[in-house]
């Protein structure tokens, strides 16, 4: 198993509001990888919609991604390609 990490920042839309966590959570759970945003010394699973509102993620924020198992590389590569399509 890979972890995988990088540093993005949130350059489209309005952040992670309620829609789009929707629609990461949804991404996150077609990878095997455990997927973890961390923003302001917090964490939180992609898996999880309310874990990631309460990172309170706005336009500008810089947020550390985090993927570990084995598809850790693709799952990452589809985070990123979300959040640079974000609305």
């Known amino acids: 198993m890979a972890t995988i990490q990088t540093t993005i920042?949130?350059?489209e839309g309005d952040g992670l509001h309620a829609r789009p966590a929707s629609e990461l959570a949804a991404?996150?759970?077609?990878?095997?990888?455990?997927?973890t945003l961390g923003f302001a010394s917090?964490?939180?699973?992609?898996?999880s919609i309310i874990s990631?509102?309460?990172?309170?993620?706005?336009k500008g924020s810089v947020i550390n991604l985090k993927a570990d198992g084995e598809d850790s590389e693709e799952?990452?590569?589809?985070?990123?390609?979300?959040?640079e399509n974000i609305h």
């Open 9 to 11: 920042e949130i350059k």
């Open 42 to 47: 917090k964490e939180a699973n992609a898996r």
């Open 27 to 35: 991404l996150a759970k077609t990878f095997k990888s455990d997927i």
């Open 52 to 58: 990631m509102l309460a990172l309170g993620l706005k």
């Open 75 to 83: 799952a990452i590569q589809e985070v990123i390609k979300f959040f």
